[in-house]
């Protein structure tokens, strides 16, 4: 299944500020998703970039705040804008592990942001 | 909609103890089932996985049934060790037929602390 290279792993910044998280896969998926976190929470999904298309968002997350590139077929951003305290968590991208619905899902090391 | 729940934790262990971590789901269709494991400071890594009723995936010592009578996924490990601390979380996959993304239904996993 693909490797997926996911950076920075961590950072702290100020609230009003903007983060850029990256992840890049070793191999070419059409699909690529990235969720939140939260402090003892389950994952939320955020949503789905495809390449050529524009980023598709769950219910309570919207591209101002949460801007996606897909440049191509290996790499991905995620943007978190204007940052605030609520904005603290682990950010996590993810690829399909093979083709179709029983091979699960390969993660990223995920982001750990702070924000202050 | 498809949910995924599991048992509250932190579950707290010696060594060498039994292990079981519950999981029941609800689902429209015939999901895949998956365990994954997030070991402190890191991405979401596939533990084991079944993709129709009364399949076992196991590994690492790790083992869990697929029960569609019970729709439950429990996970189990018969003798734990210190390493195998890390937060757990149970999650399903449908497929549907438009070809749409097999986005997964996590839940909010079970944090495992073994004590030595």
């Known amino acids: 299944s693909a490797v997926i290279s996911q950076k920075p792993s961590r950072d702290i910044c100020q609230r009003g500020t903007s983060l850029t998280i990256q992840c890049q896969v070793d191999?070419?998926?059409?699909?690529m998703f990235w969720y939140r976190q939260q402090p003892g929470q389950s994952l939320t999904l955020i949503a789905t970039?495809?390449?050529?298309?524009?980023?598709?968002?769950e219910s309570g997350f919207v591209i101002d705040k949460f801007p996606i590139s897909r440049p191509n077929l290996t790499f991905s951003t995620l943007t978190v804008s204007n940052m605030s305290p609520e904005d603290s968590s682990i950010y996590l991208c993810s690829v399909p592990a093979g083709q179709g619905v029983n091979y699960g899902y390969t993660f990223g090391s995920g982001t750990r942001l702070t924000v202050v | 909609g498809n949910s995924v729940t599991q048992m509250e934790g932190p579950v707290t262990l010696s060594e060498e103890a039994f292990l079981t971590i519950n999981c029941t789901y609800t689902?429209?269709?015939?999901?895949?089932l998956f365990w994954y494991v997030q070991y402190p400071g890191e991405g979401l890594q596939l533990l084991l996985k079944a993709t129709k009723a009364d399949d076992k995936g196991s590994n690492k010592g790790f083992e869990a049934t697929y029960r569609k009578e019970t729709t439950s996924f429990h996970l189990e490990k018969g003798s734990v060790q210190v390493s195998d601390s890390a937060v757990y979380f149970c999650?399903?996959?449908?497929?549907?037929?438009?070809?749409?993304?097999?986005?997964?239904?996590f839940g909010r996993g079970t944090s495992l602390i073994v004590h030595p």
């Open positions: 999650a399903l996959s449908e497929g549907f037929a438009s070809g749409g993304s097999y986005i997964p239904t």
């Open positions: 191999s070419q998926v059409t699909m």
């Open positions: 689902a429209t269709g015939y999901p895949s």
């Open positions: 970039a495809n390449q050529g298309s524009e980023a598709t968002y």
